[in-house]
Antibody
């Protein structure tokens, strides 16, 4: 059974960089027709897609966040990471990592999700 | 802010059928991008219920069904159960925003 687990600091100061890692177990991050992505959820904005990466190929960013987002994959540890720079209070949210599976001709679903990590931006 | 609009809440008695609407536009649902639906229990991550407008992943009961017409989509829950009390979200892709977008969410209450 595929499992995803987010980890990282729960508190980040304004203007600093938020860093989260998603550890994937029960399946390889490099196999199959899958994207690996990040989504966040806050009371103010609801669910908001951040970025998705297809290992070795494409990366897709939410244009509203692209200038501040970086995503990377570490295959040796079977994990992928998110960095969001210049954070403000508006970036306070629960951050989820998730797998998206590619289905030809369809909007790719997020079929496996991590439990979520609350990140608060505050001094 | 969301480009996909859902009713804030719907309710029904056990055993009844309820439907949740998801209203989009010509740049997302109306452009032909497929719709997905998720269920979120309190304190948990969203769970995929429907993809490709009408398809159910393995393990999702056939009490849940999706449909789409024009710029809108709907999720129907038949034989409503107490365990169905949750928040439900639609999702699609918006070509104007070049982004995957989620609905505003609907809370289902079982009376």
């Amino acid at each position: 059974q595929l499992q995803l687990l987010e980890s990282g600091p729960g508190l980040v100061k304004p203007s600093e960089t938020l860093s989260l890692t998603c550890n994937v177990s029960g399946g390889s991050i490099t196999s199959g027709s899958y994207y690996w992505g990040w989504i966040r959820q806050s009371p103010e904005k609801g669910l908001e897609w951040i970025v998705s990466i297809f290992y070795g190929k494409n990366t897709y960013y939410n244009p509203s966040l692209k200038s501040r987002v970086a995503i990377s994959v570490e295959t040796s540890k079977n994990q992928f990471s998110l960095r969001l720079s210049s954070v403000t209070a508006a970036d306070t949210a629960v951050y989820y990592c998730a797998r998206q599976f590619v289905v030809r001709g369809l909007t790719p679903p997020f079929d496996y999700w991590g439990q979520g990590a609350l990140v608060t931006v505050s001094s | 802010q969301s480009v996909l609009t859902q009713p804030p809440s719907v309710s029904g008695a056990p055993g009844q059928r309820v439907t949740i609407s998801c209203t989009g536009s010509s740049s997302n649902i109306g452009a032909g991008y497929s719709v997905l639906w998720y269920l979120q229990l309190p304190g948990a991550a969203p769970k995929l219920l429907i993809y490709g407008d009408t398809k159910r992943p393995s393990g999702v009961p056939d009490r849940f069904s999706g449909s789409k017409s024009g710029t809108s989509a709907s999720l129907a829950i038949s034989g409503l159960q107490a365990a169905d009390e949750a928040d439900y979200y639609c999702q699609s892709y918006d070509r104007s925003l070049s982004a995957y977008v989620f609905g505003t969410g609907t809370k289902v209450t079982v009376l």
